[in-house]
Each structure stands twice: as structure tokens, then as C-alpha cells.
């Protein structure tokens, strides 16, 4: 594969950084005893069925549509306690992002600008302010800006550690969530949130917050895991994107209902995701998932990876069945 977890996640931190993350998880199961009951995050349905169980969190699905949500969930409060202390973020902050950033950039960010830049064009959309909701450690900001594309980028990052990160790499950071900031004088003609939507309270409110920052016409580029893709849809529970930190798993019809409720128009779907064969092949060869040697997928993910394996993630990512996803929406509603 071109593409790997490794390249992204080194394998040499690992060890590490699940320690950092088990402290984490020790510490919020600590305080299940507060978490909060709440309607399905994209239907508002009170109807659903539990799934599983994990780290004593429990994943439910909805009945009315796809999504699949923690309920009961850690409280606003409790959230930002969670990712002001959080140990794994600490590490990915100082180890994993930096010795990661050259191949992020590689097989990610670049991809994804391009990506961006070139519906921007498509869609005709003023070239003003971008803003970036949640940026982490500040390279998509920095790649960005070295397209001179926009006159202005700023960045929307709450977590006191990722925010000073960014600003030691020049960009303009507004340390608060984005419900709770007004724009100056001029707002947004892009938004771009990254792996975001995925860890909040309540993702609706999330985009009402967007839209109040953004121009009318104005574009909103949401990435998050597809429910629907093959890496979840595959390993189920011991999927790692089911953990703590992931409190709401949509599918492409479900996070798209939810965005148009919020005064978007949605505009494209995708699922450009390259990395569900590699971790679910990860998963075999480490024993964790099971099948039989005599199986569809084993014959793809090891017997013929070498032969099968890109090919096989291309038609994952080109038939929207990647856990991967993309949403592209304009603003339509003030």
C-alpha cells in the first residue's frame, strides 16, 4: 500500500501512547457516574437499542436512522476537564504529530488541500477568510497558507496546548469553541473542520455555531468516520474507532440530515479514506480479528495483498464505502 497506519500513527509510540491513554481512560470512568442521557446527535430520536459495551461506555444505535451515539455521555464540563488534562493528547502533541508531520503531509494534507482548493474553484467561493475549527497541531494551517489561496486563515482551537502549538507556528488562533465566538468585522467564507465533529456534546449546536461565522454561499468542508465504512463495519467493537473520545458515529445520510438542518445545503459526499484495508489487515495479522483462511478478505488482505491491496482500498474510497468521510456544504440559511 502507498498508504499505511504507520505512516501516520508510528508504530515505535505506540506502546507508549497506549499507556497515556489507558491514564485517560481510567480517569474518565472515574467520573460515568455523571454522564448525561441525550437524544440521538443527529435525528433528535429517543429511540435506540444498545450495541455494545466498552470501556464501560455504552454505544447505542439509533432506530429512526443510522447514527450510532455514547449514551449515556460525558457532560460539556466533563469533555473539557477530559482534553485540558488529557495525557494522550500531551504526548500526540509533543511525539506523535511531530515525527508524523512529513508523511501527514504527504498522504493527508496536501491531498486534502488540494481536494478543498479545488471545489472552492468549482464553486466559485470567494477567496477571503478560511477558518479551521479544531486544527490540532497546526499543519493544515501552515500548508494552507503556503498556497496564498486565501487572504487570511485563522484557527478555532479550544484545548489550551494544541492552541499555543499553532501560534508557535505563526497561525492566528482564537482559543474558545465555536459556539461560543463572534468574528469581528468579517466572517468566513470557508470552514474546514477535521476530525471534529465526532468528539463533541452536540455536533447540532457545533454547526449552528459554523454557520453564525460564516458568509452566506459560503462553503463548510466536515470530515469525520463513516458508520457505514469497511474498517468499522468489519471489526465492529474492536474497531479503535470506537473509544472514548468518539462520541457520535454517522453515516453519510445521517451527518448530511444533520447539516442541512443547520442551514447548509449538502453538495458532494465522499469517502477519500486510505487506510481501512491496512488496519484491518493490522488486526488479522495481530490475531485479534479472525477468519478463515479460505475467506473473501483473507485472500485480498493477505494472501494477494501485495497484488490486491491498493486496488481493493481505491474501490473502498471511490464507492463510498470507506470508514473515512467528507461533507461539502454551502450556507443557505442565516
Not at 153 to 165: G, N
Request: a positive charge; proline letters at 4%.
Amino acid at each position: 500500500m502507498s498508504t499505511s497506519e504507520n505512516d501516520i500513527r508510528p508504530y515505535q509510540l505506540l506502546k507508549e501512547q497506549k499507556k497515556r491513554f489507558q491514564i485517560d481512560i481510567n480517569n474518565i470512568k472515574k467520573r460515568i457516574h455523571e454522564f448525561c442521557f441525550v437524544n440521538c446527535p443527529s435525528c433528535n430520536a429517543n429511540n435506540y437499542k444498545l450495541k455494545f459495551k466498552k470501556f464501560n461506555f455504552q454505544y447505542v444505535a439509533c432506530q429512526n436512522c443510522e447514527t450510532s451515539y455514547v449514551n449515556p455521555r460525558p457532560t460539556p464540563e466533563i469533555i473539557k476537564w477530559y482534553y485540558t488534562n488529557s495525557e494522550n493528547y500531551k504526548f500526540w502533541n509533543k511525539y506523535t504529530f511531530p515525527l508524523s508531520e512529513k508523511s501527514r503531509i504527504k498522504s493527508i494534507i496536501k491531498p486534502r488541500i488540494n481536494r478543498i482548493l479545488e471545489i472552492c474553484e468549482k464553486e466559485n467561493v470567494k477567496k477571503d477568510l478560511f477558518v479551521e475549527v479544531g486544527p490540532g497541531f497546526g499543519t493544515f494551517g501552515q500548508e494552507l497558507i503556503k498556497t496564498n489561496y486565501f487572504s487570511k486563515f485563522l484557527a478555532i482551537e479550544p484545548m489550551p496546548d494544541l492552541a499555543e502549538t499553532c501560534r508557535k507556528k505563526g497561525l492566528d488562533v482564537i482559543e474558545e469553541n465555536i459556539e461560543d465566538i463572534k468574528l469581528n468585522s468579517v466572517k468566513a467564507t470557508v470552514i474546514g473542520s477535521f476530525e471534529v465533529i465526532e468528539h463533541l456534546f452536540s455536533p447540532l449546536e457545533f454547526l449552528k455555531g459554523i454557520n453564525k461565522q460564516l458568509k452566506k454561499d459560503g462553503l463548510i468542508f466536515i470530515t469525520c468516520p463513516n458508520i457505514n465504512g469497511f474498517e468499522v463495519k468489519t471489526l465492529g467493537k474492536i474497531s479503535d474507532t470506537y473509544d472514548i473520545e468518539h462520541l457520535n458515529y454517522f453515516s453519510i445520510e445521517s451527518l448530511s440530515s444533520l447539516i442541512e438542518k443547520s442551514g447548509f445545503k449538502v453538495i458532494q459526499t465522499m469517502t477519500p479514506g486510505l487506510l481501512d484495508a491496512d488496519i484491518v489487515r493490522k488486526k488479522i495479522n495481530l490475531g485479534q480479528k479472525k477468519i478463515s483462511n479460505k475467506n473473501f478478505l483473507h485472500s485480498i488482505l493477505i494472501k494477494e495483498w501485495d497484488q490486491l491491496g491498493n486496488s481493493f482500498q481505491k474501490f473502498l474510497s471511490e464507492n463510498k464505502l470507506s470508514t473515512h468521510m467528507w461533507i461539502v456544504a454551502k450556507k443557505t440559511q442565516v
